[in-house]
């Protein structure tokens, strides 16, 4: 992988045809995840706030990507989703999108000025905790099992995509830094 490095034009990002395209896939898979719940009331669909919160995510992945800021305050946590969630998952979203139609085709060079490159850190994260999440890793402990896993493993193929969005990740922080 070429991955990220700074230039003077800015931050270039190379992907062979593998990563380009697996990153393509992944993009579109977490469009589809980051829908917003829908709206039964009309009216509250068409100012775009809810009179009544939606309900805490079911998909764990999806609640990983919205953590809960009071987990000990039911009333709390349903106020903050109720003016947040829609909101949030937009944002998520359309940083999601920015990154898919920017993905680079095999072999060609991304330049990235530093707002698309935090568009990229959101997503490269996001993608990371949505399969950190499938993968069930809860700590340190659990994530360095993955280097580990017995090749008739059936985490073995997504534990190499989440070592791939690792090291991308790395790679676009270490840039920035």
């Not at 992945?61 to 949030?88: I, Q």
């Not at 990371?128 to 890793?137: A, E, K, P, S």
């Given at each position: 992988?070429?991955?990220?490095?700074?230039?003077?034009?800015?931050?270039?990002?190379?992907?062979?045809?593998?990563?380009?395209?697996?990153?393509?896939?992944?993009?579109?898979?977490?469009?589809?995840?980051?829908?917003?719940?829908?709206?039964?009331?009309?009216?509250?669909?068409?100012?775009?706030?809810?009179?009544?919160?939606?309900?805490?995510?079911?998909?764990?992945?999806?609640?990983?990507?919205?953590?809960?800021?009071?987990?000990?305050?039911?009333?709390?946590?349903?106020?903050?989703?109720?003016?947040?969630?829609?909101?949030?998952?937009?944002?998520?979203?359309?940083?999601?999108?920015?990154?898919?139609?920017?993905?680079?085709?095999?072999?060609?060079?991304?330049?990235?000025?530093?707002?698309?490159?935090?568009?990229?850190?959101?997503?490269?994260?996001?993608?990371?905790?949505?399969?950190?999440?499938?993968?069930?890793?809860?700590?340190?402990?659990?994530?360095?099992?993955?280097?580990?896993?017995?090749?008739?493993?059936?985490?073995?193929?997504?534990?190499?995509?989440?070592?791939?969005?690792?090291?991308?990740?790395?790679?676009l922080t270490r840039t920035l830094l």
């Open positions: 992988m070429n991955g990220f490095r700074r230039t003077r034009a800015g931050i270039e990002l190379r992907l062979p045809r593998l990563e380009s395209s697996l990153l393509t896939e992944l993009l579109g898979q977490v469009d589809t995840l980051l829908e917003a719940p829908p709206v039964d009331d009309p009216l509250e669909a068409l100012v775009g706030l809810r009179d009544t919160a939606p309900p805490p995510p079911e998909d764990p992945a999806v609640a990983r990507l919205l953590p809960d800021p009071y987990p000990d305050d039911p009333l709390a946590s349903g106020d903050y989703r109720r003016r947040r969630t829609d909101e949030a998952l937009a944002r998520k979203r359309d940083a999601a999108r920015r990154v898919l139609a920017a993905v680079p085709e095999p072999g060609a060079v991304l330049v990235l000025d530093e707002e698309a490159a935090q568009d990229w850190l959101t997503v490269l994260n996001d993608l990371r905790l949505v399969l950190g999440t499938r993968l069930g890793l809860t700590d340190d402990e659990s994530t360095a099992e993955l280097e580990s896993l017995p090749p008739e493993d059936p985490r073995r193929p997504i534990a190499a995509v989440y070592a791939f969005l690792t090291e991308l990740l790395d790679e």
